[in-house]
């Protein structure tokens, strides 16, 4: 019932900054927490960063003291701001619920010079 829908990515220079926004079709940041995750080429899908309903954050240690995720209630959006990007962070970001349901085709973020 709840629809997630992630947008923003695409390519960027490495050192560069990006703004991941995943929007929903319904009420439930008040109710769940949310992380942004991603699967890079190869690799197994991980938690980048999550935000609970209390708003406390954490994040992978790959992406600490450089991302940022967010909540908007009013928007029913969260957003994960990251800087500093490198080759290593190129993959499919997702959002999903803490722990993730359903998956949605997610965004491409690509770091490359």
């Known amino acids: 019932q709840v629809q997630l829908v992630e947008s923003g990515g695409g390519l960027v220079q490495p050192g560069g900054s990006l703004r991941l926004s995943c929007a929903a079709s319904?009420?439930?940041?008040?109710?769940?927490?949310m992380g942004w995750y991603r699967q890079a080429p190869g690799k197994q899908r991980e938690l980048v960063a999550g935000i609970t309903s209390g708003g406390s954050t954490n994040y992978a240690d790959s992406v600490k003291g450089r991302s940022t995720i967010s909540r908007d209630y009013v928007k029913n959006t969260v957003s994960l701001q990251m800087n500093s990007l490198n080759a290593e962070d190129t993959a499919v970001y997702y959002c999903?619920?803490?722990?993730?349901?359903?998956w949605g085709q997610g965004t491409q973020v690509t770091v490359s010079s």
């Open positions: 999903n619920t803490l722990p993730p349901l359903a």
């Open positions: 319904g009420s439930i940041f008040s109710i769940y927490g």
